[in-house]
């Protein structure tokens, strides 16, 4: 006997574990998914074994697992494999719901019931507050009332706001951002006479905000007055009085 083929008969697919992590939970950015995420999961193969674990989004394939197989061998993959963490970088979805799908496919082919997980992904910072204005709370004052509306049609919820105090020139340090309510109103002071930019921008529910998508509005605050109520009291000029006397022929005068 010079060779020989042997056929395996294998019709069962294999099986994958429960998956866990991130990328397969409810979302722990609010609820949304963000940045890079992953999923572990086993596969189990009574046959040939196990030769790859693949992960896809929306039937595109993202990342697989492939196991060291010998085809020389009766069995030439493993029998399980696992657990393998696949990972995910979301910013490759657009932001809205997308379907992620976990398949383990053995030596002969089979493959395992899809395991499949439905998320939400929400990457994007909110665009810029609308309608953006500041009113001086005191005429020639330096606090300022900020008032805005968020805008609609957001994925995320917005939560919350963020404004910074700028010079309006562009040159010189900015004020550290500081917290306000997501439709506001802020009440805002400026460090003192001058012009002044005022920035607001937007976080959602999934923790995304960009400086880069603010809204601008500009105050100015007029110099302080060099006149003042001070307590100085002010002084009269007078003419001084200057006495001179002079003896003449034995008689003596006084002038003013």
Known sequence: MYGATVTLSDPTPPTLSAPSGAL?????????????ESVTVSADDVGGGVASIALSADGRAVETYTAPCNFTFAQPCPSSAGPQTLTLPTTQLSDGTHTLTLVATDAAGNQS????????VENGAPPPP??????????????????WSDPTGQ?????????QVCPASGSGACSAPASAPSAGPA???????????IAVWLTNAAGNASPANAAHTNVV???????GSGTG????????????????RGASWWCM
């Not at 994925?155 to 404004?163: D, F, N, R, V």
């Not at 605050?221 to 006149?227: F, L, M, R, T």
Request: no cysteine; aromatic share 6%.
């Open 130 to 147: 609308v309608g953006l204005s500041a009113t001086a709370t005191q005429p020639g004052g330096s606090t300022f009332t900020a008032t």
């Open 24 to 36: 397969w939970g409810p979302g722990e950015a609010g609820g949304f998914h963000k940045g890079t």
């Open 155 to 163: 994925l995320a919820p917005i939560t919350s706001a963020l404004y």
């Open 113 to 120: 019931t899809v395991a499949s997980q439905i998320i939400t």
């Open 221 to 227: 605050v007029p110099p302080s007055s060099s006149g």
């Open 233 to 248: 009291h002010s002084a009269t000029a007078t003419t001084p009085t200057i006495h001179v006397t002079e003896t003449l």
């Open 187 to 197: 009440t805002v002071t400026v460090p003192g006479p001058g012009s002044w930019s």
